[in-house]
């Protein structure tokens, strides 16, 4: 039986593990999730390579005896220091990190959901702070999407009709869809995500270009806190939790 195997791999976490060395969390497009043990100490060359963040080729041991994994080497490809430069992008890179953990790695969906991280980490690596917080924004949508939990923007759940692009419409925690206005009054509104015509069209134009274009799409105060309302309700649905990390992304 081969032990020894390689993964195209992304880290996600790492923490103390013993004395000296370190446990990591990564996120591989052929094995979802995978933790492993860094073994060394602080002048080890390996665990400067395996931080969080950082992607690559990674060689990982499997003992099936003793059931552990451990990182042999790691040639990174992808460093991203600019992660580490400002709060802003180290909060939004950590809750691209918690959220991907918490959803399982996408589910099955390895390959895409390592497309989706090493892009929007690619953008964040140079992104101001309002740009982290577009970021993150447009990252939890298309981790919906990615989960199959993504609401439908542009059907109303209540009579099936397609709100004009200028109407205001509610994004519902509960049912997760948006309610048009001639419906809404019927309905209580508590709980609900008001987005109006900017909030969505902007959530269309992010969704649907890479994460460094999407920094160049602005938004207003008012429709990027409506966006990032609905995507932070539509995530938590989909996750089954509310991470600490998304309270990190500040904003109005």
Request: aromatic share 8%.
């Amino acid at each position: 039986m081969n032990r020894s195997s390689t993964h195209a791999a992304l880290v996600l976490a790492v923490r103390p593990y013993g004395e000296s060395n370190r446990e990591a969390v990564f996120l591989t497009e052929d094995a979802g999730l995978v933790r492993a043990t860094v073994f060394g100490g602080p002048k080890s060359k390996l665990r400067a390579y395996v931080a969080p963040f950082h992607s690559g080729e990674m060689f990982i041991y499997h003992d099936p005896v003793k059931n552990y994994r451990k990182i042999t080497d790691f040639a990174v490809d992808a460093w991203r220091p600019g992660l580490r430069e400002s709060l802003e992008r180290s909060y939004a890179a950590a809750a691209i990190a918690e959220t991907v953990i918490a959803g399982f790695g996408g589910g099955g969906s390895w390959p895409e959901a390592m497309a989706l991280c090493r892009d929007t980490l690619d953008a964040l690596d140079g992104a101001d702070e309002t740009g982290c917080r577009s970021s993150v924004v447009r990252f939890l949508w298309k981790w919906t999407e990615l989960l199959g939990a993504a609401p439908d923007l542009e059907c109303c759940i209540d009579c099936a009709c397609f709100p004009p692009p200028d109407e205001v419409v509610w994004y519902s925690r509960s049912d997760g869809g948006i309610v048009c206005g001639r419906c809404a009054p019927r309905r209580d509104r508590a709980g609900s995500v008001e987005l109006g015509p900017g909030a969505r069209a902007w959530l269309r134009a992010v969704t649907g270009a890479d994460a460094k274009t999407a920094l160049r799409i602005g938004a207003a105060s008012l429709p990027l806190r409506q966006a990032k309302e609905a995507a932070l309700a539509a995530a938590a649905e989909a996750v089954g939790t509310r991470l600490k990390t998304w309270n990190l992304l500040g904003g109005n």
